[in-house]
């Protein structure tokens, strides 16, 4: 007769290893089997020393004026420098700030933002010595030196069934500007010829 | 410098940027010696978290050597080899207060949500990263440490997320003798969260992928079961029938934003961006523990809406514990740990990748090639 299952009555039966085998296999098995002597035990610890000697940090010098949360009170005393919101996509960023993390606006504009600031800087760079080069900065020819295939195929990865939309994602955009620039330059010779 | 710079989805290349200045009296520029590449910075890799921008410098696991430091810096000197956790925090807020370390409120102007981390995107404050030469390290009284003179460099740079936040996920389930843990995902962070597991007292560790090689990790490193989820219909069903249809005490989510094992799931988040993240482990992990039992969530995810199951966790009683890890807080014990014999942080490392190659390194880790589950940066090196 088959048993019955553990949820279907009081007691766990479920097999285990005794604590000494498992102590004898696992190195520093239970180690930390008190909960006191887990560092995040409990979470919160008033008082915890941290190094900090100030009550209130001073204050960064705000180079420019900080984009905020409108869920702080003050802009915080400490922040990051990198990249200043420029252009169309820190228009946009600056506006997605007037709403607050609660908000769904405030995210979707901001990832707007993103795929505005990546197509700023692709055409900024063409202006440069140092344009963008899709095949180099998404650094895809190392497929042909650390095993694209044999590390995809044969192997039961759940993630080869939407690995093929990544080209597309990556690469799409790049054709679809290539073949806009291209019938602009045979539209703009066809006129001319006319 | 040199410094790897973001330039729009898939896209990263290495660029030259002036070195970051000293812009608070509390700030440290370090020299980065390693660096790392974080499965978290996948997300922003892939376009996923909102507000990175173009030009930013990703990296939050790093260690390096002081170059300079603020008038008011009194801990740390110039020539000092440290180890910096990815939070940046300022000791003092309410929040860092009481240990909150990750949750710190003077450090990110941006959002209220998350704290300061290092080449993280503005969401979490616009500080650039260490896959670079130098960076700046804010409230270095704070959150540096002097690496010991018996710690080996890439064991540090191990501790400055993936080991502690695996160790601080085991944590989060409450673990007491004999509980039966199951962890989705053999990444750095699962590896660490299942070996972490035994030391609390586990009386069983599974461990779930769907990447053999990093399966066969968990059993070699963590000494767990595991399971690849593509061998089974129906996962949550098989993790019943292995706990005789209990379900686990414990479940830690170390997979986070870009979960796969539902196409539906994973394109809409990840490719098509309409999700802060794709839930599909986090939603087995709520089904495949039992009624009362405890989720931990360290997998990160973005601060867009996700399509989680949480009528499933209220009506089973769940409590769902998750934060980003404070780090330094796990720092003596972890100490303690490799001292003994228990961890080896290093043992997960797969490749070195000069700072010069970083976009081959990004596709590599990105693309599951080369058998690679933690790969270092190492600056310096063409």
């Given at each position: 007769m088959t048993e019955t299952a553990t949820p279907y009555i009081a007691g766990k039966r479920t097999p285990k290893k005794s604590a000494d085998d498992l102590r004898a296999q696992i190195p520093?098995?239970?180690?930390?089997?008190?909960?006191?002597?887990?560092?995040?035990?409990?979470r919160e610890q008033p008082g915890i020393e941290t190094g900090a000697h100030w009550d209130f940090p001073e204050r960064q010098p705000e180079k420019w004026p900080r984009e905020r949360s409108i869920e702080h009170a003050v802009l915080p005393p400490v922040f990051g420098t990198s990249t200043p919101p420029a252009g169309v996509s820190g228009a946009i960023r600056r506006y997605a700030y007037?709403?607050?993390?609660?908000?769904a606006a405030h995210w979707l504009l901001l990832v707007a933002a993103d795929r505005v600031d990546a197509w700023e800087h692709h055409l900024k760079s063409f202006a440069t010595l140092h344009p963008d080069n899709p095949f180099t900065e998404t650094g895809v020819a190392s497929e042909f030196r650390r095993h694209g295939l044999s590390s995809r195929y044969?192997?039961?990865?759940?993630d080869v069934n939407h690995q093929w939309i990544d080209p597309i994602i990556v690469g799409g955009p790049w054709i679809l500007a290539a073949i806009g620039i291209g019938a602009a330059f045979k539209a703009l010779r066809k006129q001319r010829s006319a | 410098m040199r410094a790897m710079v973001y330039r729009g989805p898939y896209k990263v290349r290495v660029e030259e940027k002036d070195?970051?200045?000293?812009?608070?009296?509390n700030d440290a520029i370090v020299r980065v010696s390693r660096g790392a590449i974080c499965g978290s910075d996948l997300h922003l890799y892939h376009g996923m978290?909102?507000?990175?921008?173009?030009g930013m410098t990703f990296g939050h696991e790093f260690v390096g050597t002081v170059h300079d430091v603020g008038?008011?810096?009194?801990n740390l000197a110039v020539g000092d080899r440290v180890m910096v956790p990815f939070n940046v925090y300022c000791g003092s807020c309410y929040f860092c207060a009481r240990g909150l370390y990750s949750n710190c409120h003077n450090v990110n102007p941006n959002a209220t949500a998350v704290g300061g981390i290092y080449g993280y995107s503005h969401t979490c404050g616009g500080y650039d990263g260490g896959q670079a030469e130098f960076v700046r390290v804010p409230f270095a009284d704070v959150g540096p440490s002097k690496i010991p003179d018996w710690m080996d460099e890439e064991d540090a740079v191990l501790l400055t997320d993936a080991c502690p936040t695996g160790y601080f996920g085991a944590q989060l389930g409450d673990i007491v003798e004999g509980d039966t843990v199951v962890v989705f995902g053999a990444g750095p962070v699962g590896l660490f969260a299942a070996k972490s597991a035994w030391l609390m007292g586990a009386g069983r560790v599974i461990v779930i992928d769907h990447l053999e090689y990093r399966l066969e990790k968990a059993r070699s490193f963590a000494h767990a079961e595991t399971f690849n989820f593509t061998d089974y219909k129906d996962i949550v069903v098989q993790l019943k029938k292995e706990t005789d249809y209990l379900g686990a005490d414990v479940v830690i989510d170390a997979v986070g934003a870009e979960a796969d094992g539902n196409f539906l799931q994973h394109v809409t988040a990840s490719k098509l961006k309409l999700q802060g993240g794709s839930p599909i482990a986090l939603n087995w992990a709520i089904d495949s523990v039992r009624k009362g039992g405890t989720v931990s969530v360290v997998g990160a995810y973005g601060p867009i809406f996700s399509a989680v199951k949480f009528g499933d966790a209220m009506n089973k009683g769940l409590t769902m514990r998750m934060n980003q890890c404070p780090v330094k807080r796990q720092w003596p014990r972890l100490f303690e740990h490799i001292r003994n014999g228990y961890l080896k942080p290093s043992d997960i490392v797969t490749h070195r990748i000069p700072l010069e190659h970083i976009a081959e390194g990004y596709h590599i880790f990105s693309a599951k090639l080369d058998n690679i589950i933690k790969p270092l940066v190492v600056a310096g090196q063409s």
């Open positions: 520093g098995w239970g180690a930390d089997l008190d909960p006191a002597d887990r560092p995040s035990y409990p007037k709403y607050s993390e609660g908000r044969g192997q039961k990865r759940a | 070195i970051p200045k000293i812009e608070h009296p978290m909102p507000d990175t921008r173009v008038s008011s810096v009194q």
